[in-house]
């Protein structure tokens, strides 16, 4: 019985509690102000910020820690590369990761992990924000995630582990032989050869069209414990599952145009950093009793389960809203200018005027800073060298920038103390 689809049951709140209600209120409304007084250039550039914020905690779920600068050094190459514009990841990228004294193998494959999770969040973004989002929980979409992540990459990294086996990964393919069959700690997901009936359930289960918006909000949590449940991919799960969670945030109407998301709050967790594993852990319960719903699984662990998930996206909203509030932004980029020695005083009022506006021509500098031409564009320059402001052109409008070294400063607790 065990193997029937109807294994993940509940996969829905049909009952959702008083506090779980509130917790859904909280989170729409502090949702739909988060980033409301932020310019559409500003806004963009904070996206790209979070994107390696959320690459940067979903590694370090796994057990891997890759520094932000890092991150971000990763995508610079292979953003440069021809291969990019390719859409391909052959040698050069690797090659080119590699120079340095202080590169090695490793640590360039954790690169190139962090830096997969950047670009497809980054088009998971592109495509919600263009209303062309397809259903996140669909087996398309959900193998599209899987196969974007793992494109080009390193032949160790499609080699997966588990129960004292090892095979090679296709990426975009579901577990599909009893070799597969894994066990997750002290669970034991589905056989490998249901797993298509599985995730054919879980497509209809939290297909999003079919739903309210409350019920879209609890269906981001309850989907992200049920799709790690199945386990459908021989690894790479974790990873997928938060990038769907953050497409579903969309498709709720929480996700604030990508301004915040939940994997920073997993891997902190409210109180402690083992919070995320335990409850995924407890979510597993089976049925408890009579009283205990009429799935297989235990209603109340799921409601449990969905009411820490959601306590956590609000805590996450409310954090990234302290952060992109615009006054205390700019209070932060002047204290960066004052202990940047070689940032003259009069750069606090091009980022300022750069802050309200959105952009700014570079012939409005002189005028901004009082100062004669010369020495305007001298100021700029240094500001340009921080990585503060950048164009998409040579010459064009400028606007701000959040380079991952200014992040400690600009964004504090963004990242984890190192």
């Not at 990763?74 to 291969?83: C, G, K, M, N, T």
């Not at 929980?137 to 974007?148: G, I, K, N």
Request: hydrophobic residues 40%; neutral net charge.
């Amino acid at each position: 019985m065990l193997e029937t689809v109807q294994r993940i049951e509940p996969a829905r709140l049909e009952r959702p509690s008083e506090e779980t209600v509130d917790t859904i209120a909280t989170l729409s409304a502090a949702s739909a102000t988060l980033g409301r007084a932020l310019k559409p250039q500003t806004a963009n550039s904070l996206r790209a910020l979070v994107r390696i914020m959320n690459s940067y905690y979903s590694n370090l779920i796994e057990g891997n820690h890759t520094l932000p600068r890092d991150i971000e050094s990763a995508l610079a190459v292979i953003r440069h590369s021809p291969a990019h514009r390719n859409e391909t990841r052959p040698a050069e990228i690797e090659r080119a990761l590699s120079d340095g004294p202080d590169r090695d193998e490793g640590r360039r494959n954790l690169q190139l992990e962090a830096a997969a999770h950047v670009r497809v969040q980054e088009e998971v973004d592109r495509q919600a924000l263009a209303g062309v989002l397809p259903e996140p929980a669909s087996q398309d979409f959900v193998r599209w995630l899987h196969r974007a992540f793992y494109a080009g990459a390193a032949p160790e990294l499609l080699v997966a582990r588990g129960s004292g086996k090892t095979w090679k990964m296709i990426p975009g393919e579901w577990r599909s032989t009893s070799d597969q069959d894994v066990a997750v700690g002290r669970h034991t997901p589905p056989s490998s050869e249901r797993v298509p009936d599985f995730m054919q359930y879980f497509a209809e289960r939290y297909r999003t069209e079919t739903m309210g918006r409350s019920t879209r909000i609890i269906a981001v949590a309850a989907a992200h414990h049920r799709f790690n449940y199945i386990h459908p991919f021989p690894d790479g799960n974790g990873r997928v599952s938060r990038l769907m969670s953050h497409a579903l945030a969309y498709k709720a109407e929480i996700a604030a145009h990508g301004l915040w998301s939940v994997s920073r709050g997993l891997a902190r967790g409210l109180e402690s950093r083992t919070e995320y594993k335990r409850m995924m852990d407890y979510a597993d319960t089976p049925r408890q009793g009579d009283l205990d719903g009429r799935g297989n699984l235990s209603e109340k662990a799921l409601s449990d389960f969905v009411l820490w998930f959601l306590k956590t996206c609000v805590d996450q909203v409310t954090f990234m809203s302290s952060l992109f509030d615009l006054d205390s932004l700019a209070d932060r980029l002047h204290s960066y200018v004052a202990r940047k020695d070689n940032l003259k005083p009069e750069s606090t009022r091009i980022l300022d005027q750069v802050l309200l506006r959105g952009e700014l021509d570079r012939g409005d500098v002189a005028s901004i800073t009082g100062l004669p031409e010369r020495s305007a564009r001298r100021v700029l320059a240094d500001v340009l060298a921080t990585g503060l402001l950048a164009s998409d052109t040579p010459k064009g409008r400028l606007s701000l920038r959040f380079p991952a070294d200014a992040a400690e400063l600009l964004f504090p607790r963004l990242f984890l103390e190192t």
